[in-house]
């Protein structure tokens, strides 16, 4: 263990950025749940009301959790946030340790640093470290932000420790996967399985058969019963698991060869077939299971917005908050107005994907995978729109999916099959604001490699105008920084090309700065 402390040190420098993001996010989610269920219900009869509708909808139990004391600002707070705080809390343990575990052994780093004098468990152990700290701080966050909501203190401070101790059985799990796979892309999916494996668990559990709920850590994280309630000895479970995927990985760790895993990779085809012939081939093949796993996750997203059918003013309310929420404008037709509420987050889900993409090309210039390709005679020019096309491609690919989820979602309940044409392609236009996020990022990874994240910020942003910006009467010119804002909001208004086509004219300007800015710097 010798040299703990100073690998503890030196990577909580290097992803104290990171660990606040994700605090500040996970705080964010569960305070503006708060916020949005007090201005929806104005009434002691319109919490009634949702808490009956909600509680005989199978998908919403599937989605986010058993039922429990839904007629209050807690129980909906609890209900609508647990199940998606774990799977973050979950994320953010994935990327710290792996990061600092087998992402580190696999790019040399950890044979750097095991030539120094440091112990043989001293990188998992500070790793596990790290990541325990880092949810200790998010769930720290989320309690302070619910106690000064104003919520009960016992149910909030529960609701963070809670989130923290799923992170750190998540944190376990991640341990344990960077020792079984050869590589940290192979660590990642083995996590992802589990996190997948987690939630499934919980929802088949939750609507039908409650002993595979007490198989999730999600699971185990919701039987605390917040606002509910409130019991601790499900916590008990939490720190067994952690404890147990932790010695599980520490025994994996002192059996296997520095540099290998349990489960080695599968070697490759000798010779690379036609669609790997070419920057796009290349690029769709690095991507392409990222493009289908956003395109099935926004599907299903869709298919449960959807599931509402018209039942939105008895789920919601017809309060004047609640018009003021999702139609502003709308006369009266609050459920084209939850589907265009609902067509903006979805594409505003989706732009993550488009973001993410359009890192890549940053990703391949940190791994120096792009000098390799570059050797091989393939021009700079041609590399770069290879992930741009992938990028744009997938962009309206998991916009599609978004749309037909919403679209097959409504019609499953309504019987309305010829709505799902109308919203499948009322997502469409939002490719355009999308891409110029995608654009600012292109642009500052033009201008250097270190800012190209703060296109994250864009999205940020339009996050913010979005849930914020008419509850909070932001200024007009602050709303207008969104890209999204400037678009109509089909199917409650009438589709306006001009926009959109500006805002392609931009996405398609920044695009070609980005370019022009990678080409005359140097890499790496």
Same mark, same amino acid.
């Given at each position: 263990m010798r040299g703990t402390a100073l690998l503890l040190?030196?990577?909580?420098?290097?992803?104290?950025?990171?660990?606040?993001?994700? %605090?500040?996010?996970?705080?964010?989610?569960?305070? %503006?749940?708060?916020?949005?269920v007090d201005r929806l219900y104005e009434t002691r009869a319109d919490f009634e009301q949702a808490a009956a509708s909600m509680e005989g909808n199978p998908a919403f139990i599937a989605m986010t959790g058993p039922t429990r004391a839904l007629?209050?600002?807690?129980?909906?707070?609890?209900?609508?946030?647990?199940?998606?705080?774990?799977?973050?809390?979950?994320?953010?343990?994935?990327?710290?340790?792996?990061?600092?575990?087998?992402?580190?052994?696999?790019?040399g780093r950890d044979e750097l640093v095991r030539a120094a004098p440091v112990g043989r468990f001293a990188g998992v152990a500070a790793a596990m470290l790290e990541a325990a700290v880092a949810q200790v701080i998010a769930g720290t966050a989320v309690a302070l932000a619910l106690v000064t909501y104003p919520l009960e203190a016992a149910d909030s401070v529960a609701m963070g420790v809670g989130l923290a101790l799923t992170g750190w059985c998540f944190a376990g799990l991640a341990l344990l996967a960077a020792q079984l796979g050869a590589s940290a892309r192979s660590a990642y999916a083995l996590v992802g399985v589990g996190l997948a494996a987690a939630y499934a668990l919980r929802a088949v559990g939750d609507v039908g058969a409650p002993a595979l709920s007490w198989l999730s850590p999600i699971g185990w994280y919701q039987a605390m019963?917040?606002?509910?309630?409130?019991?601790?000895?499900?916590?008990?479970?939490?720190?067994?698991?952690?404890?147990?995927?932790?010695?599980?990985?520490?025994?994996?760790?002192?059996?296997?060869?520095h540099g290998s895993g349990v489960l080695a990779d599968r070697p490759g085809p000798a010779r690379a077939g036609p669609s790997l012939d070419g920057a796009f081939g290349l690029a769709w093949r690095l991507q392409r299971t990222s493009v289908a796993a956003w395109a099935a996750g926004l599907f299903v997203a869709g298919l449960a917005y959807g599931s509402i059918g018209d039942d939105v003013e008895d789920l919601l309310? %017809? %309060?004047g908050t609640?018009?003021?929420?999702?139609?502003?404008?709308?006369a009266g037709d609050l459920v084209a107005a939850f589907q265009a509420t609902s067509v903006l987050t979805l594409a505003l889900l989706s732009t993550a994907f488009t973001i993410s993409s359009a890192l890549r090309p940053r990703a391949e210039e940190g791994r120096a995978r792009v000098d390799a390709l570059l050797a091989t005679g393939l021009s700079r020019s041609r590399w770069w729109w290879g992930h741009a096309a992938v990028t744009i491609t997938g962009t309206l690919v998991v916009l599609l999916a978004a749309g037909l989820g919403l679209g097959v979602g409504y019609?499953?309940?309504?019987?309305?099959?010829?709505?799902?044409?109308?919203?499948?392609?009322?997502?469409?236009?939002?490719?355009?604001?999308?891409?110029?996020?995608?654009?600012?990022?292109?642009?500052?990874?033009?201008?250097?490699?270190?800012?190209?994240?703060?296109?994250?910020?864009?999205?940020?942003?339009?996050?913010?105008?979005?849930?914020?910006?008419?509850?909070?009467?932001?200024?007009?010119?602050?709303?207008?920084?969104?890209?999204?804002?400037?678009?109509?909001?089909?199917?409650?208004?009438?589709?306006?090309?001009?926009?959109?086509?500006?805002?392609?004219?931009?996405?398609?300007?920044?695009?070609?700065?980005?370019?022009?800015?990678?080409?005359?710097?140097?890499?790496?």
């Open positions: 040190g030196a990577q909580l420098r290097r992803d104290a950025w990171q660990v606040l993001a994700w %605090s500040v996010g996970l705080a964010l989610l569960y305070w %503006s749940q708060a916020v949005s007629d209050t600002v807690g129980g909906q707070v609890a209900w609508q946030s647990a199940a998606f705080g774990a799977v973050l809390a979950g994320l953010m343990s994935m990327f710290l340790v792996v990061r600092h575990t087998r992402g580190a052994e696999e790019g019963h917040a606002f509910s309630g409130l019991r601790w000895w499900p916590a008990l479970l939490l720190l067994a698991g952690t404890a147990i995927t932790v010695a599980g990985a520490c025994w994996v760790l002192v059996r296997r060869d309310g %017809s %309060s609640t018009r003021e929420l999702f139609a502003a404008d709308a019609a499953a309940v309504t019987g309305r099959w010829g709505k799902v044409a109308e919203l499948t392609a009322a997502t469409l236009p939002y490719s355009a604001p999308a891409l110029v996020l995608a654009g600012v990022t292109w642009t500052l990874h033009g201008i250097t490699a270190r800012a190209a994240p703060l296109g994250w910020a864009g999205l940020g942003v339009a996050f913010v105008v979005m849930v914020f910006g008419d509850l909070m009467n932001l200024p007009a010119a602050v709303q207008g920084l969104s890209p999204f804002e400037h678009l109509a909001l089909v199917p409650l208004e009438r589709f306006r090309v001009t926009p959109v086509l500006l805002t392609a004219v931009l996405a398609g300007l920044l695009a070609a700065a980005g370019r022009r800015l990678l080409l005359a710097r140097d890499l790496g």
